[in-house]
C-alpha cells in the first residue's frame, strides 16, 4: 500500500487495515483548487496538514466545501519535495487518544503545493497566478510566532528583512515580504478584496500580521517599489482584513513508532524525515483529538462553510481576544513553557510522563493555570476557561500516547515569554500593584534561562532547541557556572529587563528579585534544580 494517488484506488486493502479514505473525489476538488483557489495557507508542516487540512477534509465529506487547499511553504522547500510530492499532495492523520486507541485518515484535502521561492521562475509565477484570482477568499497562517517578525531584540531589522526591504517585491525572500508581493500584485490585477488569517499560537496574532505587512509596505514604499494606492489598498481592512484567531491543538513530531506500526499496516514509506533546515516531519501526522478554532468572522470576499468544521468557532474580535488570552496567557502554553525546559533539565523526554510521574511538577502546572492564571483570566464566553484547564488536566496533559516533548516546548520560548508570561505579570500588577504573589511563573522563567546554560542537573550537556535568541542569550550568562554561584552577578539584568521580550520590565513588576534568587538556587550544583523546584511548589 503506498499513500499515492494510485495507491489509494486499492480501497479494500486500506479499510482492511482500519484507515478511512477519503469519500470525495479528490482529483476533482484538487483540479477545482487549481484552476480557482480559494483557500491558500502559508506553512504547511504538521499541525496545518492535521488541524487546518483535517477541517477542510471534514468540510469536504460533509460537501459544505467543494475545492481543496493550496499548500504554500515559505521557509523548507524540502517538506514540498519530501513530504508533498512523493505522496501526491495526501496527508495520513493518526488521532491518538487518552486510551492508546487512534483513528486514522487519509486526508485529500492538499489540492497543491507551491514554493514561495521568488528565484524560482515557475513556483513564483504560480504563486503570482493564485493570488491575482478574483475567487481567492482566504490566506491563513501557521508560520509560528517568529515568522511575522521583522526586527530583533534590539529594534534593528534582521539581515534577510533588510535584502528584502533593499530588494523589492521581485526578490522577496522571507514570509512577510513574499506575502507582501503577493498582495500587490492582487493590487495590481484589480484590487481585490482578500483576508489574511494568522492561525499562529501568539496573542492578537491578525494585528501582529497586519503590522508587519504594513511595515514592510511602507519600506517598499520610501524605496519607490511600490505606490501610495498600493499602500491604501492593504491599509483598508475592509479591502484586506485581519481576522484575529485563537487554535488549540497539542500535535508534537511525528513519532516513529507509529511509522513503525503503519508500516506493519502495510504502508510503504511512512517514516519521519529530517530536512536540511531540521523540519521533523512524516508522510503522516499525529496529534490528540481535541482541538479549538475560534475565527474573527471579518471576510471582505466571502468564506467557506468554516462554522461546519470540527472544533471552529466563528466570533467577533473581543470574544477571539478573550479565547486567545484564556489560553495563550493563562491555561495551555504558559504551562508548556514554564515546565517544559524545566523537563529537559531534570532528564524527562515526554512532557506528559514527567507530570505523570513528578508530583513537584505536576503541582508547578496546577499552579501556573489554576492558583496564578486563573484568578486573572477574563471569561471569552463560548468556551469556560475553568473547564477548558479541567479538560487539559484530566485528559490532554496526562496522555502519553501522544509522546510530546520537552524539547519541543521548549523551542523559541525567547518569542513567547512575553506572551505566556508577561500579560498574567502585568494583570497582577494591575490588581495588586505588584506580582510579588506569583511563584510559579517566576519559577518557571528562571527554569527556562536555567536551561539556557545547556547543562542538566546532573551536570551533563544537552544540545538546546532551536530559538533565535539561543547565541544572544548564552553570550549573556557564559560567565555563569554551575556549582559556583558566585559566578552569578548581574547577567539576567539586560534578560529580565528586555521589555521587547516581556512586554514590561520585570523590576517594575517585583518578580525580577524573586527570578534571580531562584535562579540562583538552581545552580548550586547537582540536583539543585529539583530541590529548587521542590522548595518551592511545597511552600
Known amino acids: 500500500m503506498k499513500l499515492t494517488m494510485d495507491g489509494i484506488k486499492n480501497r479494500e486493502a486500506w479499510e482492511k487495515a482500519g484507515i478511512q479514505l477519503p469519500g470525495y473525489d479528490v482529483k476533482e476538488i484538487s483540479e477545482k483548487a487549481k484552476k480557482e483557489p480559494r483557500w491558500v495557507h502559508f506553512g504547511i508542516g504538521n499541525i496545518f496538514r492535521v488541524f487546518i487540512g483535517g477541517i477542510a477534509d471534514g468540510l469536504l465529506e460533509e460537501g459544505a466545501l467543494d475545492c481543496g487547499l493550496t499548500c504554500v511553504e515559505t521557509f523548507d522547500y524540502d517538506v514540498v519535495d519530501k513530504i508533498y510530492t512523493p505522496y501526491d499532495n495526501l496527508g495520513l492523520s493518526v488521532i491518538l487518544h487518552g486510551d492508546g486507541s487512534r483513528e486514522y485518515k487519509v486526508l485529500g484535502s492538499l489540492a497543491e503545493a507551491v514554493k514561495a521561492q521568488s528565484s524560482n521562475e515557475t513556483q513564483w509565477n504560480r504563486l503570482k497566478e493564485i493570488f491575482t484570482s478574483k475567487s481567492l477568499q482566504m490566506v491563513s497562517f501557521t508560520i509560528t510566532e517568529k515568522g511575522y517578525a521583522l526586527q530583533k531584540a534590539d529594534g534593528t531589522w534582521f539581515p534577510f528583512v533588510q535584502a528584502d526591504i533593499e530588494n523589492g517585491p521581485d526578490k522577496a525572500t522571507g514570509a512577510m515580504a513574499v506575502v507582501v508581493a503577493m498582495l500587490y500584485e492582487r493590487y495590481k490585477a484589480g484590487k481585490y478584496p482578500l483576508a489574511l488569517v494568522s492561525m499562529d499560537n501568539c496573542s492578537k496574532n491578525g494585528a501582529k500580521l497586519r ?312 545552580i548550586a550544583g547537582k540536583g539543585a534544580v529539583r530541590a529548587t523546584i521542590h522548595k518551592y511548589v511545597n511552600q
Open 211 to 522: 503590522e508587519s505587512v504594513l511595515t514592510m509596505t511602507e519600506e517598499w514604499k520610501k524605496a519607490g517599489f511600490v505606490e501610495e494606492g498600493f499602500v491604501s489598498y492593504v491599509s483598508d481592512e475592509k479591502v484586506v482584513a485581519f481576522p484575529w484567531t485563537m487554535i488549540d491543538k497539542i500535535t508534537p513530531r511525528p513519532s516513529e513508532k507509529i511509522a513503525d506500526d503503519l508500516e506493519e499496516l502495510g504502508i510503504e514509506e511512512m517514516q519521519p524525515v529530517i530536512t536540511s533546515k531540521k523540519t521533523y516531519i512524516a508522510p503522516f501526522v499525529n496529534a490528540e483529538k481535541p482541538q479549538y478554532l475560534v475565527i474573527e468572522d471579518n471576510f471582505p470576499n466571502g468564506r467557506p462553510a468554516l462554522e461546519k468544521g470540527f472544533g471552529v468557532y466563528m466570533a467577533d474580535r473581543n470574544t477571539v481576544n478573550l479565547s486567545e488570552r484564556m489560553k495563550v496567557t493563562v491555561c495551555l502554553n504558559p504551562v508548556h513553557s514554564a515546565t517544559g525546559p524545566l523537563g529537559v533539565v531534570q532528564g524527562y523526554d515526554l512532557f506528559a510522563h514527567m507530570l505523570n510521574t513528578n508530583e513537584d511538577m505536576m503541582k508547578m502546572a496546577r499552579m501556573v493555570a489554576y492558583d496564578e492564571g486563573l484568578p486573572v483570566v477574563p471569561n471569552p464566553g463560548i468556551l469556560s476557561p475553568q473547564a477548558f484547564v479541567d479538560e487539559l488536566f484530566n485528559d490532554r496533559f496526562p496522555n502519553e500516547y501522544l509522546g510530546d516533548t520537552n524539547m519541543r516546548l521548549s523551542v523559541d520560548v525567547s518569542q513567547m515569554v512575553g506572551i505566556r508570561f508577561g500579560e498574567t505579570i502585568k494583570a497582577y500588577v494591575e490588581k495588586f500593584g505588584d506580582a510579588k504573589k506569583l511563584t510559579a511563573i517566576p519559577l518557571g522563567i528562571a527554569g527556562w534561562l536555567r536551561y539556557m546554560l545547556g547543562v542538566d542537573d546532573e551536570g551533563e550537556k544537552y544540545e538546546l532547541a532551536p530559538d533565535p535568541m539561543n547565541e544572544e542569550i548564552q553570550e549573556q550568562l557564559k560567565e555563569i557556572v554551575i556549582g559556583k554561584p558566585e559566578t552569578f552577578t548581574d547577567q539576567l539584568k539586560p534578560i529580565l529587563s528586555n521589555e521587547r521580550l516581556f512586554f514590561v520590565d520585570l523590576y517594575t513588576t517585583g518578580v525580577a528579585e524573586k527570578i534571580e534568587e531562584m535562579f540562583r538556587e538552581m
